[in-house]
């Protein structure tokens, strides 16, 4: 019999969670499980809902109708889990996990976790996420860095601790010349131009206000910014460009469906995060042969090779990312190196596949008789994935 996994997620919005739990779901559909995602959050005109469905995932919600606890929400997430007989529960962040790990255990399926950042908040959160680590047959961090706050915060037992570091499909993320001659034309910014840009959610650990403050001096009709993606924080931002005077060179694009094309319109890739577990655009921007330039935080440092693939500059540090910027834009032969060694990386560690591939390895351990012997004694298959 098809076994029945369900992924469980906050909501279906379009952060980096999401999306590799749509990759993961996709690619499990595709190894012939039966496989469903699972929403928290009430209806809205979320935009993964329609991927899902098209990658042959059984979507449904049940949602959490207000801010705060709700244990009812445990009970009823357990009904639909044990009526839908899903054989294991994959939660995705805190909130699900929360909720999905003592609800998979009261509907008798398994549970993986994926940790995919650091969530700063502690309190009750934090203590309540611990005793839903109790449920939990394996926990995944997406890094070792973010596996190192787990571990020293004590949010699950040691021997169900792992990492699993993201990847991506580079079927969609490569160099494309004709990708960036359209962007380009689209925003009217000239072929020869300076490009840097960034792709995120509009949100206060993106940190884009670092980025645009850091940025200004060095911008004009051939030195120009993009930032695509939208949020909570976009007025502000159009705000703080006004305030700047460099409305004329920045390009605020909001939430794009055609990323691989903007990212192939750039010349450097910027991340300027205050708080990351490993952000999948860094790895998009790679294997686009773009250059990284990125506060070191979360997982990033363990992504970048610093002077080969990338450059890391502390978080918070305005002048130290415009001295990175400037430097890079003075020697464009620095540039295309480190990006032409950034697309050779991603594609030899970062893949779609091997990422999926071991989820898949992980969920048969899980799933198998002998689960307790083989998730719990997991150094090996911990220092594999770390590496």
């Known amino acids: 019999m098809t076994a029945h996994v369900a992924h469980i997620l906050s909501s279906f919005g379009t952060g980096g969670a999401e999306r590799v739990a749509l990759d993961l779901a996709a690619s499990q559909v595709r190894a ?5 995602a699972v929403s928290l959050a009430p209806e809205s005109d979320e935009p993964l809902v329609a991927e899902f469905r098209s990658a042959g995932v059984e979507i449904d919600r049940v949602a959490r109708p207000r801010p705060g606890v709700d244990p009812v929400l445990v009970a009823r997430l357990g009904w639909w889990l044990r009526r839908h007989r899903v054989d294991l529960a994959h939660t995705h962040n ?12 009261l509907a008798g399926a398994r549970v993986v976790h994926t940790k995919h950042g650091k969530n700063p908040r502690g309190g009750a959160r934090l ?12 926990f995944v961090a997406v890094s070792p860095e973010t596996a190192e706050v787990a571990r020293t915060r004590h949010e699950i037992d040691e021997r169900k601790l792992l990492v699993i570091t993201n990847g991506i499909e580079l079927g969609r993320f490569h160099p494309e010349p004709t ?9 009217g910014i000239d072929a020869g131009a300076w490009l840097i840009g960034t792709v995120g959610r509009i949100a206060p650990e993106k940190n884009h206000a670092l980025l645009l403050r850091a940025a200004a001096p060095l911008l004009g009709p051939q030195h120009r910014l993009v ?5 909570p924080l976009m007025a502000s931002l159009r705000e703080l460009v006004a305030e700047l005077k460099i409305g004329g060179f920045v390009h605020l694009l909001g939430a794009r469906g055609d990323v ?11 991340m300027s995060s205050s708080t990351e577990g490993l952000p999948l655009v860094v790895l998009e921007a790679m294997a686009t042969a773009l250059p990284v330039v990125s506060t070191s935080v979360g997982g990033i440092p363990d992504v970048l090779d610093e002077g080969q693939t990338g450059f890391l500059v502390p978080s918070e540090d305005e002048a130290a990312l415009r001295d990175r910027l400037a430097r890079l834009h003075a020697d464009r032969a620095v540039t295309r190196a480190a990006g032409a060694k950034a697309r050779t990386v991603a594609v030899s560690r970062y893949s779609g596949e091997r990422m999926q591939r071991d989820y898949l390895e992980l969920y048969a351990r899980v799933l198998s008789p002998s689960r307790y012997d083989t998730v719990q004694d997991s150094a090996d298959v911990r220092d594999r994935r770390s590496v």
């Open 32 to 36: 012939g499980w039966r496989v469903s």
């Open 94 to 105: 805190r909130l699900a996990m929360i909720y999905g790990a003592p609800a998979a255990r």
């Open 127 to 138: 203590m309540l996420a611990k005793l839903s680590g109790r449920c939990i047959d394996a």
């Open 179 to 187: 990708a960036r001659e359209r962007i380009r034309r689209e925003l």
């Open 227 to 231: 930032i695509a993606g939208d949020g």
């Open 260 to 270: 691989p094309d903007v990212l192939n319109a750039l010349d450097v890739f910027v």
